[in-house]
């Protein structure tokens, strides 16, 4: 365990992050307590077993963070009335205490957020020359040079893809399909498997409907940009009931501004051919097919109903209907798989020739299964490193891919990160959008929440739609009027 005593509320998300971050096995415990000696039992840097007790003392006090730790106390001059920098200057303070402690170098150094581009792409969209981008990252957060130039080749595509994008009058749209065959042992999302909620379904879909009509009555001046269907497996529902909704999409939303048309069917047991017309024949022009992982076992294992061979069915059918664009997802560090697991299924995968490829660290989410039953599965090794990622991103050069969006997850195995790669010409604009919150995204569905992106995207707030579908379609005036009050706010009504 690991405790962290604050003598004064402050920055407590921050420290609770990066703490974490270096002991990502460990309970972090922020304390409020003053005055009480450390008490430090941790064995030396290349001793580290499990459990340690570890004790931090933060202190504040006009203009000046002192940190206890082992034994050691360090200083850090603050200007108080700048909080960025007084945040950065104590974040910096604790790794440099925690990496002479543990002895390692976290990747993305002092960067806790899921969107570390988002620091660099704001300086690019302001004309920031490069080096100084660079120079920021590595004096502010502590950035290794090989991250820093992960981030760079991506803002600098995010730019590109973003310049053709019209944040002022345009949306996004998500459409939440929360159903799948089987729930997958490390899923978090509004995911219900679809034998026990069939009878609900066709009710889901009236709800949806109200919703786009509510679009299509509040908002008919704003211009579609681009349209993504995830959940859940979208995929899940009938060839017919796909027919209907998707239909039911042109009906009330003017699509000739449309710039990318994405479902994905994700799961390869929910994937038929005629779903996949069905897809083609409204337009759709992207989907995924995700395989995780290319072994039996751990298919089994994850929960995941089906077997390798349904992969390359799924996707050899998708060519055949025409898709031009196919993204696979894959997880690293899923449970009892080596390196060597991943470098097969990742030459698996590669056999396909996917046009896009994103490669997922395993995040261990509260509300997954593996962690409710965490002791099922604790003996299992869930690893992923620099090693593993660099198998990624030696298939994804192979394939003559580069990388276009990144985000991390908190409690990811190696506190690496999510990397989108795409063949030029191939990349997901909905992708980038969602990540660096530029355009306001309407999401409808249980489970989804829009973004309304205001000030020239420097101000995002939200309104979720809730997440169980009972609940959901009891209560879909209200999740409406939720919406309604949004677009009042942003003045789009
Ligand atoms: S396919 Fe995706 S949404 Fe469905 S259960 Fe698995 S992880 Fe969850």
Same mark, same amino acid.
């Given at each position: ?9 402050? !920055? ?50 006009? /203009?000046?963070? /002192? ?58 969209? *302001? ?51 929360? !159903? ?8 978090s999302f509004p995911s219900y498997a679809l034998a026990s909620y069939n009878g609900q379904v066709e009710r889901y879909l009236q709800c949806l409907e109200k919703e786009l009509q509510f679009l299509h009555d509040s908002i008919p001046e704003k211009k579609l940009t681009t349209i993504y269907f995830g959940g859940g497996t979208p995929t899940s529902l009938s060839a017919e009931q796909l027919d209907w909704l998707l239909s039911k999409v042109e009906e009330y939303l003017d699509l000739s501004h449309l710039l990318e048309y994405t479902v994905e069917a994700g799961r390869p047991d929910s994937i038929t051919r005629d779903k996949l017309e069905v897809l083609k024949a ?39 209907? /025409? ?59 869930? *690893? ?36 989108? !790669? ?24 249980? /489970? ?39 677009? *009042? ?5």
């Amino acid at each position: 365990m690991v405790i962290v005593r604050l003598n004064e509320a402050n !920055f407590e998300y921050d420290i609770y992050g990066l703490v974490k971050s270096f002991f990502p096995t460990q309970s972090v415990e922020i304390q409020y307590e003053e005055g009480a000696e450390p008490k430090d039992s941790a064995p030396k840097p290349h001793e580290i077993e499990e459990p340690i007790t570890l004790v931090m003392n933060v202190h504040y006090e006009n /203009g000046r963070i /002192g940190l206890s730790m082992s034994g050691k106390t360090t200083e850090v001059e603050v200007d108080d009335s700048n909080r960025k920098d007084t945040k950065n200057r104590l974040k910096r303070l604790i790794y440099q205490a925690l990496q002479e402690y543990t002895g390692r170098e976290l990747p993305w150094g002092t960067l806790t957020g899921i969107r570390p581009t988002k620091i660099a792409l704001t300086q690019l969209l *302001e004309e920031v020359p490069e080096e100084e981008i660079r120079s920021y990252m590595k004096e502010t957060y502590l950035t290794s040079e090989e991250k820093i130039d992960l981030s760079m080749k991506v803002v600098t595509k995010e730019k590109e893809m973003l310049s053709k994008v019209d944040y002022q009058d345009g949306y996004s749209l998500y459409i939440g399909i929360p !159903f799948c065959p089987s729930t997958c042992l490390y899923c978090s999302f509004p995911s219900y498997a679809l034998a026990s909620y069939n009878g609900q379904v066709e009710r889901y879909l009236q709800c949806l409907e109200k919703e786009l009509q509510f679009l299509h009555d509040s908002i008919p001046e704003k211009k579609l940009t681009t349209i993504y269907f995830g959940g859940g497996t979208p995929t899940s529902l009938s060839a017919e009931q796909l027919d209907w909704l998707l239909s039911k999409v042109e009906e009330y939303l003017d699509l000739s501004h449309l710039l990318e048309y994405t479902v994905e069917a994700g799961r390869p047991d929910s994937i038929t051919r005629d779903k996949l017309e069905v897809l083609k024949a409204h337009g759709v022009d992207r989907i995924s097919i995700n395989p995780q992982t290319m072994k039996q076992e751990t298919l089994k294992l994850i929960g995941r109903h089906h077997t390798v061979e349904s992969i390359y069915d799924a996707y050899q059918m998708a060519r055949e209907v /025409g898709f031009e664009t196919i993204n696979m997802d894959m997880i690293l560090g899923l449970p009892g798989e080596s390196l060597e697991d991943v470098e097969h299924s990742l030459k698996e995968v590669a056999k396909l020739e996917p046009d896009n490829l994103t490669v997922h660290s395993l995040a261990i989410k509260h509300s997954s299964r593996l962690n409710i039953e965490w002791d099922k599965y604790r003996n299992y090794v869930m *690893e992923n490193s620099d090693s593993h990622m660099h198998a990624a991103y030696e298939v994804a050069k192979e394939l003559g891919m580069k990388p276009y969006y990144l985000y991390r997850q908190k409690n990811m195995a190696g506190n690496l990160e999510n990397v989108g !790669f795409s063949v030029p010409g191939h990349e997901g604009l909905y992708n980038v959008l969602i990540m660096e919150e530029k355009q306001t995204i309407m999401a409808l569905g249980a /489970g989804s929440a829009c973004k309304y992106v205001t000030d020239g995207g420097k101000t995002v707030t939200r309104s979720e739609n809730v997440k169980d579908v009972t609940n959901y379609i009891e209560r879909i005036d209200e999740m409406i009027e939720r919406k309604r009050n949004k677009l *009042e706010e942003i003045a789009w009504l």
